[in-house]
């Protein structure tokens, strides 16, 4: 079983569309991340959020981490054929040591 | 520029055959993880070590071992490789909870 449930796996959209992914669990992170991977490279590091209810905002893209800190979730406002990739996101279990643990993953395609 | 280096971008290896896969950071950091990444699984940790020879058990070691020697070096071992350890292999090195960076992935193929 994965400690980190994201969904969709997949999602194709038109550019332009918004979209939400999720990140879920039932255990309490100390922090999550949101990583974006690119075919061929290691993931790379948009985001960390590490209060309950905490929002950030990177220009097009909202991540919003949930109150009990179990859950989080990547909106994208008028995607662009630029935001294709692998989404994934990342945490470090509060009861747990330095193993940061990732998510399934949500591989998405902007359509142009 | 920080960085993460993982030795091989491809390797193709027989059944059987005891792989090396070398991971080297310049970062000082005290944390590196060993990750192997499968089309719908994620990234799933194998290995892990907050400190210089000292290792942790991921949630797939099964056939696998790793060697920390050098705090910059972290070593992933398969010690008789099989076909479905076929794999993108990922390290990653953080201080602390702070941002993980990651090499460029070793895609090993077992035939």
């Known amino acids: 079983t994965q400690l980190l449930e994201q969904s969709p796996q997949f999602l194709s959209i038109q550019e332009g569309e918004n979209l939400t992914v999720y990140c879920n669990s039932s255990?309490?992170?100390?922090?999550l991340q949101w990583y974006r991977q690119e075919p061929g490279e290691g993931p790379v590091l948009l985001v960390t959020?590490?209060?309950?209810?905490e929002v950030k905002k990177l220009k097009r893209l909202t991540f919003q981490f949930g109150d009990a800190r179990k859950d989080s979730s990547l909106h994208i406002t008028a995607a662009q054929t630029g935001d294709t990739g692998l989404y994934l996101c990342?945490?470090?279990?509060?009861?747990?040591?330095?193993?940061?643990?990732f998510g399934t993953g949500t591989r998405l395609t902007v359509i142009p | 520029d920080v960085k993460v280096t993982q030795s091989s971008r491809y390797l193709v290896k027989r059944t059987g055959e005891k792989v090396f896969l070398e991971c080297v950071q310049d970062?000082?950091?005290?944390?590196m993880f060993w990750y192997r990444q499968d089309p719908g699984l994620g990234l799933r940790l194998i290995y892990f070590?907050?400190?210089?020879?000292?290792?942790e058990k991921g949630d797939i070691p099964e056939g696998y071992s790793v060697s920390r020697e050098k705090k910059e070096r972290f070593s992933l071992i398969l010690e008789s490789a099989s076909t479905n350890q076929t794999s993108m292999y990922l390290c990653?090195?953080?201080?602390?909870?702070?941002?993980?960076?990651f090499g460029q992935g070793t895609r090993l193929t077992v035939v």
């Open positions: 990653a090195s953080t201080r602390l909870e702070t941002e993980a960076f």
């Open positions: 970062m000082d950091h005290e944390n």
């Open positions: 959020v590490v209060t309950g209810g």
């Open positions: 255990s309490v992170f100390s922090s």
């Open positions: 070590s907050y400190d210089v020879k000292m290792k």
């Open positions: 990342a945490g470090v279990p509060q009861t747990g040591a330095n193993n940061l643990f």
